[in-house]
């Protein structure tokens, strides 16, 4: 069972130095729209500031995550469900964008072939459905919008979907506002542990996990410390593995909170 925010010992917050964060309805939304708020924004820059590693996680394009490295103040970036991730290398002058695939170009090539096949397949056996608008600017994932952008999908249908690519050999994961598919063996989990091993050497111990989402149940499941945003509960039901804590705010309202929270205990 998830405890509130205010249940987290001054231990646990002391040992945080990374946050890592889903953005969809997580660090965006909040107030009953999609747009990043003013609180969540101010919230990351003095996380940033206070020396503690932040990484949002995403299935978001590259297309997005290439301008999120550059442009939000973040440490680096986990892109389309963990296929990669960047940073920006401030080591070199002016700063280099570095971008680190878990798959070799032969895999990658390979696996987007079969993508596009899958696309077909789903456009002829789902009549309707729709790529998000973000398309384009995505190297390895299709998106299928069940909400974002088009009337709400039945679970029934959005359920169907998702079977309909795992029986294709496709990975299929259920996005606060669309259904994720791709080939490949990686994940955000997986593309986590990189980023911790390989460019800031610390552990799960170290780390608090927040999102909203069934996507984000791995980090629920496997860190001893993570944070569900208040909007987190109507998918609970859904889910095998809650959070440890649940802000009292929603979406970006509940990530400010925690970041607050998290400060607080550092002054
Ligand atoms: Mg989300």
Redesign the pocket.
Known sequence: MSKPIAAISAAELAAVQAVFF?????FSGGGGQHRITAQAYDALWKLSKAGIKVVPV??RPAGWCDMITRMWPVTAVVGENGAFYSYLDHAKKPAKLVKKYLETPRVRASNALKLRKLHTAVLKAFPGAKTPSDQHYREFDLAIDYCEEVARWPDARVQKLMQFCEARGAIAKL???HVNTWFGRYDKLTCVRRILSQLFQIDFQNVVYI???P??EPFFERLPFSVGVANVRGFLGKMKYAPAYITEAEAGFGFAEFAERLLRSRT
Do not use: H, K
């Open positions: 889903d953005i969809d309805d997580t995403t299935g996005s606060s506002i999102g909203d989402s996507n984000d």
